[in-house]
């Protein structure tokens, strides 16, 4: 069995869930989320991680009001097989 391990903190948000409320964005602490200039197929720009920085505080996931759109990975987490994350 091949583990993966996430290196570092890390902020998912789901393209196609986020309706670009903004309300993550405004709540991040450090400032490593911005809207995508691309739209979702509901015609939402969408939020997305920057890429770095990320501390893993869990306040965008709390802001969000759309259950599954984020999902915070601590450093050290182990993926299970059925995780895919990509940046």
Same mark, same amino acid.
């Given at each position: 069995?091949?583990?993966? &391990? +996430?290196?570092?903190?890390?902020?998912? &948000?789901?393209?196609?869930?986020?309706? %670009? /409320?903004?309300?993550?964005?405004? *709540?991040?602490? =450090?400032? +490593?989320?911005? @809207?995508?200039?691309? @739209?979702?197929?509901?015609?939402?720009?969408? *939020?997305?991680? !920057?890429?770095?920085?990320?501390?893993? /505080?869990? !306040? /965008? @996931?709390? *802001? /969000?009001?759309?259950?599954? *759109? +984020?999902? !915070?990975?601590?450093? %050290?987490?182990?993926? =299970?097989?059925?995780?895919? !994350?990509?940046?």
């Amino acid at each position: 069995m091949n583990q993966k &391990i +996430v290196e570092n903190h890390l902020t998912i &948000i789901q393209p196609e869930i986020c309706k %670009g /409320c903004g309300l993550c964005i405004s *709540a991040c602490p =450090q400032n +490593v989320l911005k @809207f995508h200039d691309k @739209f979702n197929s509901k015609g939402y720009h969408y *939020a997305y991680y !920057v890429g770095e920085g990320c501390t893993g /505080c869990n !306040v /965008c @996931f709390y *802001a /969000c009001p759309e259950p599954e *759109a +984020v999902i !915070v990975y601590k450093k %050290g987490h182990v993926l =299970q097989e059925n995780e895919e !994350v990509t940046i």
